[in-house]
């Protein structure tokens, strides 16, 4: 659209295409409910008022606002493709999503980050990216790509490219690291509309001077907060807090009663991994602004929070306000109580409406590049050679992340480490799938509660490799190589047999299925890992988590086991004198 069209539009001079007449206008900008008329052309709102209109719609009775922005957010949480991730979340209310490909890129390196740019355009869902800082996370797990900032500097001007994501090593910004420093200079270089990218943080309890050179740094974000406290010390030295309501991580409760009318501007709603039952069943960012009502918000603030706010702070002009040159993604909602929204306007369309999506999807492609790529591997692949009495376990935490390191003699015959079946002492592999090294981590962990069988899945934070618990080689071997040949995806076995899977054929990390029929299919492989004995809420999550190296204290990658209090690797036997150590 020329220049000259929208202002002959905005004066009346030119027919507009849409005119909405009746409805209260939630106005972010001024923090006021009116009632107003709103004229469309182009995709774009024009005004208030027009003289003649292609099209009018009486909304009389329902309340106007703005899309809703996801400030942070994972898409490979959900498991699925772009378009159906959109399918699921447009017509919750959101309309545009600020994505870190941070799973994919570990895979599949730029081809991933620009699949996710590729996939966005496939629907009426605009996703905008942040190109990861963090690939490899760690030098302890071997990942399918490696971006240093030569790497990223190839993409920070791509179409959509907003900054640089979350910067998870703080200790390489506090203490300069030269590759580190050199991501975050990259985002300097670029602007956006007279815009400099932002850098997204990720710093959890970090305080003080450290906080301070981490802020001076650039970075101005961060989603990690889990208290008010936390988040009022980054509030007081300028980054933006965003609130985060995921599936493993729920921070709502503890930061809403920070927000007050005069820091209100400075937050941002953010989903960061929220999986495909939870948005089904709760939604999306609509949830957390219904939450952050029901709590005693101000409706109009929980709106300015879940739209504007956003949009102000990455540098994106054209949304999170109903105004003049701003793009129409308006939601029709039935009230500022319930929040419920009725209707969803995507560049001045309807595309969805009574909670259904009704605007075309295309098909998201397949990266070209194949994402399994495992070595030979066979039943004894899974062996654990017995090399003394004591050994590490890693030690499973009921919904935690975090894990403990415990110490225990463990059954042993024929010189080989056995499963404990009435101790809960299982056998734990990480086989790498990316190059086709032949890596094979082995170790031992307690709390799945496995009575048969094995579970398996290609969904193993940071580096995504496939991960296996089961109580023998055979089982485990089993398990793995069914993850393997369907491409990635998660599975359950049971004497030999799969007894139940998800395929996830797009970098071992998506399906391309809709997100409701992803969603039956975990109920599906988490029941079959209950049917082996697991009480875990979600064996798959937390065998997921078991591989990452920066989360304390006992970890296992495909390179071995890793003490992260150390940060470094440590054997699976140990000395008897350290039988007292944990």
Known sequence: MKLEELIAAARGEVEVDLLIEGADVVNTLSGERRRSDVAIYDGTVVGFDCESAKKVVDLSGMVLAPGFIDGHVHLESAMVTVPEYARAVVPRGTTAVVADPHEIANVQGAEGIRYILDSSRLSPLSVFVMLPSCVPATHLETSGARLDAEALSKLIDEEGVLGIAEVMNYPGVIFRDPQVLAKIRLAGKKKVDGHRPRIDGHCPLLSGRDLAAYVAAGIGSDHECTSSEEAKEKLRLGMRIMIREGTAAKNLDDLLPLVDEVN?????????????????????????????????????????????????????????????????????????????????????????????????????????????????????????????????????????????????????????????????????????????TGNVGLGLVSGFGLERGAIATSVAHDSHNIAAVGIDSEEIFRAVSAVRDMGGGLVVVDDGKVTASLPLPIAGLLSDRSMEEVSELIEEVVGAARDLGSALEDPFMTLSFLCLPVIPELKLTDRGLVDVNKFDFVPLFVDEDEEGEA
């Open 264 to 436: 209100s501007r400075r937050f941002l709603f953010v989903s960061d991994d929220r999986h495909p039952s939870d948005i089904l069943r709760e939604g999306h960012i609509d949830s957390m602004v219904r939450r952050a009502v029901r709590a005693g918000l101000d409706p109009i603030v929980a709106i300015q929070i879940a739209s504007l706010n956003a949009a102000e702070y990455f540098g994106l002009r054209d949304l999170g306000a109903i105004a003049p040159g701003r793009r129409a993604d308006i939601l029709v909602l039935e009230d500022l109580e319930g929040l419920a929204v009725q209707k969803v306007l995507k560049d001045g369309a309807v595309v969805a409406e009574g909670g259904c999506l009704i605007a075309p999807l295309g098909k998201a492609p397949r990266p070209v590049s194949e994402s399994m790529r495992v070595g030979r591997i066979g039943p004894g692949s899974f062996d654990i050679k017995a090399e003394g009495n004591l050994a590490r376990v890693i030690g499973v935490i009921q919904n935690q992340i975090i894990t403990r390191s415990l110490l225990t003699r463990p059954k042993v015959d024929d010189e080989k480490v056995v499963a404990d079946v009435e101790r809960d002492l299982l056998k734990m592999a990480v086989v790498e799938r990316h190059r086709g």
